[in-house]
Nanobody, 121 residues
Framework: QVQLVESGGGLVQTGGSLRLSCQASGFSLYTSALAWFRQAPGKERELVAH??????IYGHSVQGRVTASRDKVKRIMTLLMTSLKPEDTGVYYC????????????????WGQGTQVTVSS
């Protein structure tokens, strides 16, 4: 079954850290780039990190505070988030890149169900 499953979300205090995971199945990470997006209530989905064989791109609002990585053999992508702020609260999704502007959700064809991250002040 072709799918992405996120895990690792939760409630954390301001300044804390979280590690999110995304397990891919049914396709190879050797031929597909992945990304993390997040969506806060009432806001559009925004790019957190995009990982390809060429480079890793981070969203402006998280740059310097997150590190994305992937294990192609295990088909797992992780996102380590540090120095968390209340504005980091939202549902975090992993997605498979197809083509186009990777800052835009339409460039992705497969999404996980999301994992909730809540940062308390």
């Amino acid at each position: 079954q072709v799918q992405l499953v996120e895990s690792g979300g939760g409630l954390v205090q301001t300044g804390g850290s979280l590690r999110l995971s995304c397990q891919a199945s049914g396709f190879s990470l050797y031929t597909s780039a992945l990304a993390w997006f997040r969506q806060a209530p009432g806001k559009e989905r925004e790019l957190v990190a995009h990982l390809s064989d060429i480079e890793t791109i981070y969203g402006h609002s998280v740059q310097g505070r997150v590190t994305a990585s992937r294990d192609k053999v295990k088909r797992i992508m992780t996102l380590l988030m540090t120095s968390l702020k209340p504005e980091d609260t939202g549902v975090y999704y992993c997605a498979r890149y197809v083509r186009g502007n990777y800052y835009h959700p339409l460039a992705f064809d497969l999404w996980g169900q999301g994992t909730q991250v809540t940062v308390s002040s």
